[in-house]
Antibody
Framework: DVQLVESGGGLVQPGGSLRLSCAASGFTFSIYSMNWVRQTPGKGLEWLSY????????QYADSVRGRFTISRDNAKNSLYLQLSSLRAEDTAVYYC?????????WGQGTLVTVSS | DIVMTQSPDSLAVSLGERATINCKSS????????????LAWYQQKPGQPLKLLIYGASIRESGVPDRFSGSGSGTDFTLTISSLQVEDVALYYC?????????FGQGTRVEIK
């Protein structure tokens, strides 16, 4: 079975940094594009970033471009999101999801809280 | 950016009755070269990962009950639950994957009347 497990969330001060991880299993990770999506009560679901299987193509939402960096390590079946210059409005549950155009499988999410 | 607008925000339907959710995109998500609509529907239940229900506007994901169906093309789409079951109480989202940034509707909450 496909499994995606996010980790790395927590409480961080404004301006701080955090690295989220997504451990993948149950499928051939290296051939799948992946995404990060976040969810807040106020803004709903917000797509953040996309990366192809070979990392040759990367996309970002305007709201995070220049602050967040997506990457992957296919040898470790892992996806990452480096969050920096964090703001209160980045407080959300962060999900990783596989991509075949549509978002086929999602993880349970990891909560990031930005607060002093 | 393509704006996705769902209606209604919430609806209450009796068990066994039909539930209909609409999704409108601010521009067409129909790719003319292959005649495919790049529109998906997801279900979210508390404590569970989001689940893909429909992609290509009308293609049911493997394992999804056939009471769920998707229709529409271009800019107007519909998710229909033909006979609402208790386990269908959830939030439902549409999403376009025609272009970046990917965008979602605001969600529709389905409850039992």
């Amino acid at each position: 079975d496909v499994q995606l497990v996010e980790s790395g969330g927590g409480l961080v001060q404004p301006g701080g940094s955090l690295r989220l991880s997504c451990a993948a299993s149950g499928f051939t990770f290296s051939i799948y594009s992946m995404n990060w999506v976040r969810q807040t009560p106020g803004k709903g679901l917000e797509w953040l970033s996309y990366i192809t299987g070979n990392s040759n193509s990367i996309q970002y939402a305007d709201s995070v471009r220049g602050r967040f960096t997506i990457s992957r390590d296919n040898a470790k079946n892992s996806l990452y999101l480096q969050l920096s210059s964090l703001r209160a409005e980045d407080t959300a549950v962060y999900y990783c999801a596989t991509s075949n155009g549509q978002l086929d499988y999602w993880g349970q999410g990891t909560l990031v809280t930005v607060s002093s | 950016d393509i704006v996705m607008t769902q209606s209604p925000d919430s609806l209450a339907v009796s068990l066994g009755e039909r539930a209909t959710i609409n999704c409108k995109s601010s521009q067409s998500v129909l790719y003319s070269s292959n005649n495919k609509n790049y529109l998906a529907w997801y279900q979210q239940k508390p404590g569970q990962p989001l689940k893909l229900l429909i992609y290509g506007a009308s293609i049911r994901e493997s394992g999804v009950p056939d009471r769920f169906s998707g229709s529409g093309s271009g800019t107007d789409f519909t998710l229909t639950i033909s006979s609402l079951q208790v386990e269908d109480v959830a939030l439902y989202y549409c999403q376009q994957y025609y272009s970046f940034p990917r965008t979602f509707g605001q969600g529709t909450r389905v409850e039992i009347k």
